[in-house]
């Protein structure tokens, strides 16, 4: 699909964040944004990136009443030679589509999806940021705009894209966090909407999260919510646990989100020599094994906070420390291999990482840019 480049005037660009170590999460964004419609009489039409700017909807608007919405998360890596990395960016495209699937929005094709990530990543290449542990989050998003109070399927859509520097998701960095395993509030039951990545999943996650921070804990485990059980994920990641023989993390069953950096682990496990295992985990079972020092390492896995090391679990009022609340062998080891991977520091043996290169996107681009005046330097 041909994507118009509008131009970028002077009071649209903005100053970079200068430090990049107080960059934080999702706190700045990039001077420019994707957008496309899509309408059930015409299909997609109107795709442009042009400057980053706020929405004029009306405020009976679908998504604001119903939440009919999707988005993804991926991000852009910059390698030490200055290279523009993306990480798996067909599997957001093929989630997005799941998810599209289950809040019934229209498919938007793998092919176009890319298309946008990379144009408007290649164009906004200047913000993806340099420093140790720090990339451009990147995060397509589907909104149902009809003005309409009645309760249906919207026929007409906005998918767009922005683009946000950042650093840690955690503001601790790569440490050590406090889990509170909920036995109050659940996130998703089987045939509900826990797979698909949709806001709703996110503001009735909200609660549960307030009160774990008013108790001082950093994040929340969620259990089945027909049994109050099994575990199934933690906040906006999936949860893994090391044993003295094997990794195991919970099996994808309807309710969790499939996540790309767990599917990532899960490949990368064997290949380091150790031994990899989808299964139900009861929290009976878990709090057991984590207090006679069975499990040795937890660790959670998400694109907006790549592993981060669990240091406690709580259950019910009993806390068990994990590895003495420091960082273990298999997490750092775990955590090096796949960064490695995603800045291109090493060698990229299940060709994950697209290089976003003018040669990549389409020559058409070229054009675009070398007649657009170059963007203002901070
Ligand atoms: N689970 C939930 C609920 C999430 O929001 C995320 C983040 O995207 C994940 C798991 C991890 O998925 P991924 O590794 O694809 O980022
Ligand atoms: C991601 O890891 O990309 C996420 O979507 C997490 C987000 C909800 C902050």
Redesign the pocket.
Known sequence: MEIKILPLPKDKQKAKVSDESKLGFGQVFTDRMFFAEWRADRGWFNAQIKPYEPFVLDPSCLVFHYSQEIFE?LKAYRSQAGEILLFRPEMNGR?FNLSADRLCMPEVPEPFFLQAVQELVYLEREWVPSMAGTSLYIRPTMIAVDPFLGVRAANHYYFYIILSPVGPYYTSGFNPIAVMVEDQYIRAMVGGTGEA?TGG??ASSLKAGVEAKKKGFDQVLWLDGVHRRYIE?A????IFFVYEDRIVTPPLEGS???????DSILKLIPSLGWRAEERKIDIHELMREVRSQKIKEVFC????AAITPVGSLSYKGETLEINQKRVGPIVAQLYETLTNIQYGKIGDPFQWVRRVSPVSIKERLHHVLTQQQPSKKH
């Open positions: 998360g989630r990545k999943n996110y994920e906040g906006a990641t999936n969790i989100l499939h996540g790309i950096t767990r896995s998400g694109t907006a």
